[in-house]
């Protein structure tokens, strides 16, 4: 049995930002499943620096992307904590873009009146903070990695969270912790088409519910408009920086179509964008719009977006001379366990930051590169609340084993965790995507209840059928979620239709 000081689950921004912000003498256990999809982000971090700009814009702008149904104080949390988590990264070594004028380069991104998304390697932001502080938890002799474990449930004593349940090399184990971090990310591969890792499928939302944690807003599931298919890889997505720049959207026969949808044209907030990408793929029957650079300079896009610039020429793609195929992909989970805004949940001694968190900060709609911000401005103030509390909290005796109901759970190889999230891939993506229908949200209900009936009697057979439940479980809250509630944001809700509630998007 492995007690420890604070459990992270999760090595993205979120939880590596909280335990780099935790004092070195409490020892901090963290797990990593997948890939995390914080390497991945392009666009950068929005924060007001201009004089021009200022909080009450970067507000405005995050409430009118969100359809003003975001807590307003969670949103000038965000906003107003921004510089002082910039500057603690610059002190930590992340190298930001700076122009000719030696200050922080900020760009244009959709939604936003004016520049102010800050990005460092180019189109690289993720992967240049991510790789500095990966190698600052690294060499943290207070920080241990269990790589390659997944979790499985969550030890609950009087509302209390004391551990959890989890597999690693084929052997079900327990942690107990006296704080135990969500930061596990969004449930993006739930769909067959999206920008996140293999992995990001938000079991860990279930797994919370499952032991009483509060949810919501799962509905809202953002559909980023540019997504490229990449030949090797699935698909790869396109910054809307570079719309920021001068790129513009065209239809199949080579038309902009932005201009008449909304005043900010290719700048529109995401949700928007999608869909008016969505509509012109309906209208055309073509599976794709186009991205034209082809009036901007080749030596520029390369330069501002290596990244994409040398993804796209493997492909025999050129910025700047050939127009770029692109579609609406599922990218950022808005909803997920409910927090404040010190990442605490209802359930004593759990937290959730990150995009598996939900304080309310999003709305309906998140705005461009607000979610790396999310990251530093949450996990920090978790790991303060983890700091005051510290002292005060002690591990309580648990009377029961939690291993009892998993000791006879196969754990080997096995083909059926990956046969029914293909299943449960193509339901969501057919019925649950930009655009539902009532019809087609009761049609994919109907199917995924039938597969958790199936699971629920073989639940604790095999590692691979609890995973599965997890699986089916949040699925089910997003489907449940959306036929409960209008359409907001994110995505829209329109009148029944056989023909058009099949369109995958």
């Given amino acids: 049995?492995?007690?420890?000081?604070?459990?992270?689950?999760?090595?993205?921004?979120?939880?590596?930002?909280?335990?780099?912000?935790?004092?070195?003498?409490?020892?901090?256990?963290?797990?990593?499943?997948?890939?995390?999809?914080?390497?991945?982000?392009?666009?950068?971090?929005?924060?007001?620096?201009?004089?021009?700009?200022?909080?009450?814009?970067?507000i405005e702008d995050t409430l009118t992307?969100?359809?003003?149904?975001?807590?307003?104080?969670?949103?000038?949390?965000?906003?107003?904590?921004a510089p002082d988590q910039i500057h603690t990264l610059e002190k930590l070594g992340v190298a930001f873009d700076y122009?000719?004028?030696?200050?922080?380069?900020a760009t244009?991104?959709?939604?936003?009146?004016?520049?102010?998304?800050?990005?460092?390697?180019?189109?690289?932001?993720?992967?240049?903070?991510?790789?500095?502080?990966?190698?600052?938890?690294?060499?943290?002799?207070?920080?241990?990695?269990?790589?390659?474990?997944?979790?499985?449930?969550?030890?609950?004593?009087?509302?209390k969270a004391i551990g959890i349940v989890y597999e690693m090399n084929e052997t079900i184990k327990v942690i107990y912790a006296k704080h135990i971090v969500m930061a596990t990310g969004g449930l993006g591969d739930l769909y067959e088409h999206t920008t996140n890792q293999e992995g990001s499928t938000g079991e860990a939302i279930a797994i919370a519910a499952f032991a009483g944690a509060k949810c919501q807003d799962m509905r809202y599931i953002q559909f980023h408009p540019t997504a490229y298919k990449n030949k090797d890889k699935g698909y790869f997505l396109i910054t809307e920086a570079m719309r920021g720049v001068g790129a513009y959207l065209l239809d199949a026969h080579e038309n902009r179509f932005m201009d008449y949808i909304h005043p900010l044209k290719e700048l529109a907030p995401r949700d928007i964008v999608s869909k008016a990408i969505y509509d012109v793929i309906e209208s055309t029957k073509k599976p794709f719009v186009y991205l034209d650079t082809r009036h901007l300079k080749t030596a520029f896009l390369k330069e501002r977006f290596p990244n994409i610039y040398k993804t796209l020429e493997k492909d025999n793609l050129i910025l700047g001379i050939d127009l770029i195929p692109v579609t609406p992909v599922a990218h950022y989970t808005i909803g997920g366990i409910c927090t404040d805004l010190m990442g605490r949940t209802n359930?004593?001694?759990?937290?959730?930051?990150?995009?598996?968190?939900?304080?309310?900060?999003?709305?309906?709609?998140?705005?461009a590169s607000n979610s790396l911000?999310?990251?530093?401005?949450?996990?920090?103030?978790?790991?303060?609340?983890?700091?005051?509390?510290?002292?005060?909290?002690?591990?309580?005796?648990?009377?029961?084993?939690?291993?009892?109901?998993?000791?006879?759970?196969?754990?080997?190889?096995?083909?059926?965790?990956?046969?029914?999230?293909a299943y449960i891939q193509e339901i969501m993506t057919k019925h649950v995507g930009i655009v539902r229908y009532d019809n087609q949200l009761?049609?994919?209900k109907s199917k995924l209840t039938h597969l958790l009936h199936q699971l629920k009697n073989v639940r604790f057979d095999h590692v691979d059928h609890a995973k599965s439940y997890n699986l089916v479980s949040v699925s089910l809250m997003v489907v449940e979620d959306a036929l409960a509630h209008e359409s907001l944001g994110c995505h829209y809700k329109e009148k029944e239709s056989e023909k058009k509630g099949l369109k995958s998007c």
């Fill in 373 to 421: 911000l999310e990251c530093l401005v949450f996990g920090k103030n978790v790991a303060e609340h983890i700091v005051s509390n510290h002292e005060n909290t002690s591990l309580p005796n648990y009377s029961m084993n939690p291993l009892d109901q998993w000791k006879h759970t196969k754990t080997t190889a096995s083909q059926n965790y990956l046969i029914h999230k």
């Fill in 442 to 444: 009761k049609l994919a």
């Fill in 108 to 159: 244009l991104e959709g939604g936003h009146s004016y520049p102010r998304v800050i990005h460092a390697g180019g189109d690289q932001t993720g992967q240049s903070v991510m790789s500095l502080l990966d190698q600052k938890v690294e060499s943290a002799k207070n920080i241990q990695i269990l790589k390659g474990a997944s979790l499985l449930d969550l030890v609950i004593q009087n509302q």
């Fill in 65 to 81: 992307a969100g359809r003003h149904t975001n807590i307003l104080e969670a949103v000038k949390t965000l906003i107003e904590s």
């Fill in 347 to 367: 359930l004593e001694n759990l937290y959730a930051c990150g995009e598996v968190a939900s304080t309310g900060v999003h709305g309906a709609n998140r705005l």
């Fill in 99 to 105: 122009d000719a004028q030696k200050k922080i380069h």
């Fill in 1 to 58: 049995m492995k007690i420890t000081d604070v459990l992270i689950i999760g090595t993205g921004l979120a939880g590596t930002y909280v335990a780099l912000n935790l004092p070195t003498n409490l020892e901090i256990t963290m797990m990593c499943h997948h890939s995390t999809n914080s390497t991945l982000a392009q666009g950068g971090i929005a924060i007001s620096l201009d004089q021009k700009d200022s909080f009450e814009a970067h």
